[in-house]
């Protein structure tokens, strides 16, 4: 069945089966360090989803397509494109244009604020106001470690919503987002997927 997730960076409609399986109490804890932004200082939204994966390409490598938010089409399914708008050559904002879900509808549209970006690093991107669909607070964080000649790239999300079940629902789509993330980019780069995180809640 295909599903709607409406989330900050990565609307994507994607399809869920039971191959996708996640520890939901355990999260790998990324490494503290004052060149990453921290979610706190954006959002009072707890980190809902996370994907790590090692990379066997140096950071440069993956920077170069994981780095600028207009490649996300390129390894994002359900996105058609993405438009940036990029002052003094790092990104500040971006819209994603989606593929309809259905024969003769429109699909969504969606505008993200850049609010980190640094060259082999990642980026950050957050909308604070309820999208259509009633999510807020969302940020979402990239970031590329080096490990030797390899990548650590660590994936966070985080958002709210008042009603829990739009939350799971949120949730347990994204476990299949990753993993399908996961899959072009260890097709491309070569390695492995880490983790793939899902908070528990109550419904769960």
Known sequence: MRQLLIIPTLMLFVSCGNQNKVK??????????????????????????RMVLELNQPTSEVYDLVGDPANMSKYSA????VE??????????????????????????????????????????????????????????????????????????HFNHENEEMLVMNKTTLVGVFEDMAKQLIAKFEGKLIENYMEQSTQE
């Open 24 to 49: 939901m109490s355990e999260k790998t804890e990324m490494k503290t360090t004052s060149t990453f932004p921290k979610a706190s200082d954006f959002v009072k939204s707890p980190l809902r989803n």
């Open 78 to 81: 359900g996105l058609e494109k």
């Open 84 to 157: 940036t708008v990029v002052r003094n050559g790092k990104c500040t904002s971006y819209t994603c244009y989606f593929k309809p879900m259905a024969e003769g509808e429109k699909g969504v549209i969606h505008t993200e604020k850049v609010v980190w970006q640094e060259t082999n690093l990642g980026w950050a991107s957050t909308k604070k106001e309820a999208t259509e669909f009633g999510f807020t607070e969302s940020f979402s964080l990239t970031t590329l470690e080096a490990k030797g000649g390899k990548t650590i790239l660590t994936w966070d999300m």
